[in-house]
């Protein structure tokens, strides 16, 4: 069984290796924070939760009598908005603010640490399904 071909796997394995390379260059960002007229990188951000929507159609709650509780539906307005420029830019032209890639670096991490621990609820839920729990 290739875990590759289930859908949620594929979507963690892109979120890792999109870390994984996100980690590498905020790594060479930090390394050349005194390297005179460099500018920082940084991988544009993906919008992983956009793999699910095709695959997850949407269901409508229901109730059955009068007394139950009506659906809500409310949408966020919330959009994830790019800052322009950098923070600031040294005498010799480096614009590198390591605070600011360590803060990077953290979130990077955080991410990381996430899609690992949700890669092994789902194999530990495949392994329970076909009664190998404990292996």
């Excluded at 390297?35 to 793999?51: E, V, W």
């Excluded at 950098?86 to 005498?91: A, G, M, P, R, V």
């Excluded at 605070?99 to 789902?122: C, I, P």
């Amino acid at each position: 069984m290739d875990l590759s071909d289930i859908p949620i796997f594929k979507m963690m394995n892109k979120r890792m290796g999109w870390l994984t390379h996100r980690q590498q260059i905020l790594a060479q960002n930090i390394a050349n924070s005194d390297t005179p007229h460099y500018k920082p990188s940084d991988l544009k951000s993906q919008n992983f939760s956009r793999f699910l929507r095709p695959s997850v159609p949407r269901k409508q709650m229901a109730t059955t009598s009068a007394h139950h509780i009506a659906p809500t539906h409310k949408s966020s307005n919330f959009r994830a908005e790019k800052s322009s420029g950098t923070y600031e830019t040294s005498l010799s032209g480096n614009s590198v603010v390591v605070e600011e890639q360590l803060m990077k670096v953290s979130e990077t991490q955080g991410g990381y640490r996430l899609a690992t621990n949700l890669y092994q609820k789902h194999l530990n839920m495949l392994k329970s399904a076909i009664g190998r729990e404990g292996r």
